[in-house]
């Protein structure tokens, strides 16, 4: 039996149960689920494309592709060749599968960040590897490390990697023929820094070997529950990929990848998302350091890392008190268990009840 870690949020329930208990209700930020509507014009090509008895493309159809593409170079400053990007059903689902797809075996070692998204791990122990969380590469020892996890904005610290730093972890694994998988779901959401691609020229110098970056349309385009993302890079990583996904049937439903196409090529629906989100943010930054919070890294994505000094369970059992539910900082590694990760992706209402019982 492989052996998973323990889902964590059952531990949230008792101080989930005192915020419900708020005479105005609970305010739930612990969680980073977008709460606006899908844009009309995704909604409208997801009901267009609903007669859809065949069976869909496994590689998206080629107008994914182009749209995803196009995303990448318009905004992002990234060429790929649409041949090389793949449709995935959610990135959740890639992060778990992808060790297990690129053939890591047991007794190989997936490497993480010490503070990371709890699904690395998962995929590591799905695939019979060792999970190993550690910021510092150099200090690895000569072994085979088949495969590398960097997360540039950072969920949970918002931390932005900077150009420099990710070309360093590609030289790295370039020489030891390590894959390096950039999760880049938040890359469109700098706040006070822009966020760069693995695939960016200035960080890959302009080749894509042994690279994958994995996008997630959920936050961008509030598609969490259509389950969009895709991945790209290396194109012989990605054929190896979409040999395993048609073999194995993991394929996006034909109208998800109908109004993802639409989603790509639309960015204005994007700005105004991005416009909500910057707003709630920075009411709840001001509301948190006013009522003595310091907020450390958070210079991008959906979420504020902060920290009074005293443990995180104990930030969680006080803002608790005020309907106020937050993510312990030690559900993401040993080094958050004196930091909390309060979500920005509640609704106007709720982050307005939230700062007023700050005050
Ligand atoms: C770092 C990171 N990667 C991947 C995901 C998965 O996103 P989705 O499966 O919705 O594409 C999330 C979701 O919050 C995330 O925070």
Redesign the pocket.
């Known amino acids: 039996m492989i052996k998973l870690p323990d889902f964590p949020w059952d531990r949230l329930t008792p101080y989930k149960e005192v915020a419900q208990a708020h005479p105005d209700g609970i305010a739930d930020l612990s969680i ?1 689920t977008p709460v606006d509507s899908v844009p009309d014009v995704v909604r409208h090509a997801l009901a267009a494309a609903s007669d859809s008895p065949g069976y869909p493309q496994t590689h998206g159809t080629p107008a994914l592709r182009a749209a995803a593409a196009g995303w990448l170079a318009r905004q992002h400053g990234v060429t790929v060749d649409p041949e090389a990007v793949l449709p ?1 059903i ?4 890639l ?1 778990a599968w992808l060790p297990t797809l690129l053939d890591v075996r047991a007794g190989d070692r997936v490497i993480f960040p010490e503070l ?2 709890p ?1 690395y791990d998962v995929g590591a122990r799905l695939a019979g590897a060792e999970p190993f969380a550690t910021d510092g590469l150099v200090a690895l020892g000569p072994e085979r490390v088949p495969l590398v996890w960097v ?1 540039s904005p ?2 949970p610290t918002g931390r932005v990697l900077p150009a420099g730093h990710l070309a360093k972890v590609v030289a790295w694994a370039r020489e030891r023929g390590a894959i390096v998988a950039s ?1 880049e ?2 890359i469109g959401l700098g706040w006070e820094e822009q966020p760069v691609s693995i695939l960016h020229p200035d960080v890959c110098g302009g080749s894509h070997e042994g690279l994958l970056a ?1 996008h ?4 961008r385009s509030n598609l ?1 529950g259509y ?3 895709f991945v790209t890079g290396d194109p012989d990583l990605v054929a190896r990929l979409l040999e395993v996904r048609k073999h194995a049937g993991m394929i996006m439903p034909g109208p998800v990848q109908a109004a993802m196409t639409v989603a790509l090529d639309d960015d204005a629906h994007a700005e105004e998302q991005r416009a909500r989100y910057a707003a709630r943010r920075s009411a709840l930054r001001t509301a948190l350091v006013s009522a003595g919070w310091r907020i450390e890294y958070s210079t991008a994505g959906l979420y504020l890392w902060a920290s009074d000094g005293s443990g995180c369970w104990e930030q969680v059992r006080r803002l608790s008190e005020s309907g106020i539910l937050v993510a312990p900082g030690d559900f993401y590694g040993v080094a958050g268990k004196q930091h909390i990760r309060i979500a920005i992706t509640a609704t106007d209402e709720r982050i307005n009840a939230v700062v007023r019982r700050l005050q």
């Open positions: 980073g995935v959610g990135t959740k689902e992060v990371a998204y699904t997360n950072s969920n999760d779901c938040y994995v997630s349309l959920s936050k969490a389950r969009a993302g």
